[in-house]
């Protein structure tokens, strides 16, 4: 299954006739029903650690018992600022605590707010919930009534899924395998076609493929549209596992952009918070280089400089694909992701509103190996050379490598590996001889 097949062949193909097609209007419907709450914590003086948010439903006592609060989300934060809530119908507090010792725990002794249980948030489907402010003290001048363990959290069963938000749905570091099912490249076109399903069954989120070890480089590989992390399993199988250590992202690749990149930003600050990661690489393929570049500008804004100092893409369609543009011009039924990779999209201009962070060095790869029967203008089968080759993206390239390679040969060619072991080791163990 191609990483990020022509999307104009895909819209010609449900034009006639897609089951899967039929189905986008409901999967966007039930993504739209999500109530979104949203604020900012304050707290005075700025903190040198972590602010761990948590979203508390009201859950009905039996017979004469007193309601119950229960966690059933978190935000994390390295410094004050927004944080924000994607969860079904219902009735929510929220609340926040410093994490004085780093252990992703509420204790008791620490500095904690919330909102009053007296005046709970009642969110219904689609609604808006904006402009809540959590102010923590410097000191602490009330307990909060239960300790709160956001990493026992994720853990999820089947039953408990209707109760839990989209973003209790997110694997925080959990250990798999390239043969997890999750991956399988025959049901990642869910993801585009069918996400709300794709998050129900396969949960986003950022996956270790072997436990972590703090003495490695995490290299994080970000796949492209209607792809799979497995897409990257001849790359991760050559990597210097002496030296690095392999993490994916998985993700539902018909939801906005925005709303994946923060996704990815968010998880990557738990798992930061959880094992105190503070370097890593990030490796992209097609689409996955428009979330990473994405993730990367909001990282920056909240993290430490030179976290990733090492950026790699790879057949990334930088200007757009016109073949998305057609799908939102001609389709009957338009997949979200469509509008964010369209030429010239909100999107695609954010990336470039401001530059990557200093400190981390991009550089960019791309494939011009076509069909023989292929026509117009130069590409590698799915993004055209002169989009992978956006003058924005050219001006920030360290460097820039031409491959004679398909659309998703570039990632099980013997070049590419080796190329991208000399940018790693030289990034992170020193210059290669």
């Known amino acids: 299954m191609a990483a990020c097949g022509s999307i104009f062949a895909l819209v010609s193909n449900i034009l006639l006739s897609s089951c899967a097609f039929l189905d986008v209007p409901e999967q966007q419907q039930r993504l739209a029903a999500a109530c979104r709450i949203q604020g900012t914590v304050e707290v005075a003086p700025t903190p040198p650690h972590a602010i761990v948010i948590v979203l508390l439903r009201k859950v009905d006592g039996a017979g004469d018992a007193l309601p119950s609060w229960k966690v059933v989300d978190h935000f994390v934060l390295d410094r004050p600022g927004p944080w924000v809530f994607a969860t079904d119908s219902g009735t929510f507090r929220v609340a926040a605590f410093e994490d004085s010792n780093s252990d992703v725990a509420y204790q008791p002794g620490e500095p904690f707010a919330g909102t009053s249980a007296e005046r709970p948030i009642a969110c219904s489907a689609g609604a808006q919930i904006k402009g809540i402010v959590i102010s923590i003290p410097a000191q602490p001048t009330e307990r909060f009534d239960r300790q709160v363990d956001v990493i026992s959290l994720q853990a999820l069963s089947a039953d408990e899924r209707a109760e839990r938000t989209l973003g209790q749905l997110t694997a925080v570091g959990e250990v ?53 992390p497995a897409n ?39 798992i930061q918070l959880r094992y105190h990661v503070r370097r890593m690489a990030v490796v992209t393929h097609s689409m996955g280089g428009l979330v990473a570049r994405g993730f990367i500008l909001r990282h920056a804004l909240t993290s430490s400089p030179g976290e990733i100092p090492l950026f790699v893409s790879m057949s990334t369609p930088w200007e757009g694909l016109d073949s998305a543009a057609f799908g939102v011009k001609y389709s009957p039924v338009v997949v979200d992701v469509w509008r964010d990779v369209a030429p010239g999209s909100d999107y695609l201009q954010s990336l470039f509103a401001v530059p990557l962070p200093k400190e981390t060095r991009f550089h960019l790869m791309f494939a011009f190996h076509r069909k023989s029967a292929s026509f117009g203008e130069s590409d590698d089968e799915t993004v055209s050379v002169a989009s992978a080759l956006g003058k924005r993206a050219q001006r920030e390239a360290v460097r820039i490598y031409g491959f004679d390679d398909s659309h998703n040969g570039i990632l099980e060619d013997p070049a590419t590996s080796t190329l991208l072991d000399r940018l790693l080791t030289e990034t992170f163990v020193g210059k290669t001889q």
């Open 176 to 228: 798999t395998t390239l043969s997890d099912p999750r991956f399988d490249l025959t049901k990642s076109p869910d993801g585009l076609w069918r996400p709300y399903d794709y998050m129900l069954s396969s949960h986003p989120g950022v996956y270790f493929l072997e436990p972590y070890d703090p003495r490695r480089i995490p290299v994080l590989f970000v796949h492209g549209i209607t792809g799979s």
């Open 232 to 270: 990257f399993a001849y790359l991760i199988e050559h990597l210097d596992r002496t030296k690095f250590q392999a993490w994916v992202y998985n993700y539902p690749t018909g939801i906005n952009l925005a709303a994946v990149a923060d996704h990815l930003n968010q998880t990557v600050e738990k």
